[in-house]
């Protein structure tokens, strides 16, 4: 079986400070990590993921996340915050010899101005 | 642009009626998938469909029903056995079952009780 926590479901920073957003997964084999972000009323939207590699990946906004394998830890984090990035945060994980896709429970990020 | 059209954006269901969720993509994807969303839940798999004329219950299939009569499109149907419907559902779609790429989301549908 694979899970996947956010351990955290809020989050608040101040506009400017540096941003972070937990995850831990758990999965059978290797995993592929994905991070997507909802606004109020509207879908997922994919910002980056981890398939093999380098294990600091950069996605979309300036977002990047760091695979560690000893920790099955895949944070993601935001050098410098913006007001704009309030929003809720779904880390999801898959076994690469599966087809399903698991979610967190989401994080919700509040930054302030 | 490329994207997936869920429609309506907002549904309200009597007592003991079926209501049908619409999710059209022109991705050209083959895998599509409904997921409900609850608070604090997280993303929960109803059904998914890996190509046309084939479709799997997910995580939570009871009281739904689905069909894939077209690549492009992959409705659901919420029926009157689903006794809290209540939720926002959103359809996703990918380029294989088994790809590494990521799901891409409609804007969703949300479903009420009247």
């Known amino acids: 079986a694979q899970s996947v926590a956010q351990p955290e479901d809020q989050v608040n920073v101040a506009e400017g400070n540096p941003l972070t957003v937990k995850c831990t997964y758990s999965?059978?084999?290797?995993?592929?990590l994905f991070w997507y972000v909802q606004y109020p009323n509207r879908g997922l939207q994919f910002l980056l993921k981890?398939?093999?590699?380098?294990?600091l990946v950069k996605g979309s906004y300036g977002f990047e996340a760091e695979f560690n394998k000893s920790q099955t830890s895949f944070h993601l984090k935001k050098p410098s915050a913006l007001v704009s990035d309030s929003a809720l945060y779904f880390c999801?994980?898959?076994?690469?010899?599966?087809?399903?896709?698991?979610f967190g429970a989401g994080t919700t990020v509040t930054v302030r101005a | 642009d490329g994207g997936i059209t869920q429609s309506p954006k907002y549904l309200f269901r009597k007592e003991g009626q079926n209501v049908t969720l619409s999710c059209e993509q022109n991705?050209?994807?083959?895998?599509m998938y409904w997921y409900r969303q609850d608070p604090g839940q997280g993303l929960r798999l109803i059904y998914y469909s890996q190509i046309v004329n084939d479709f799997q219950k997910g995580d939570i299939a009871e009281g739904y029903s689905v069909s894939r009569e077209k690549k492009e499109s992959f409705p659901l149907t919420v029926t009157s056995a689903q006794k809290n419907p209540t939720a926002f559902y959103l359809c996703?779609?990918?380029?294989?079952?088994?790809?590494?790429?990521?799901?891409?989301f409609g804007d969703g549908t949300r479903l009420s009780i009247l």
């Open positions: 981890y398939i093999t590699g380098d294990n």
């Open positions: 999801a994980v898959r076994d690469i010899n599966d087809y399903k896709l698991s």
């Open positions: 999965v059978s084999g290797n995993p592929y």
């Open positions: 991705l050209n994807h083959d895998a």
């Open positions: 996703a779609s990918s380029l294989g079952f088994t790809s590494n790429q990521p799901q891409h």
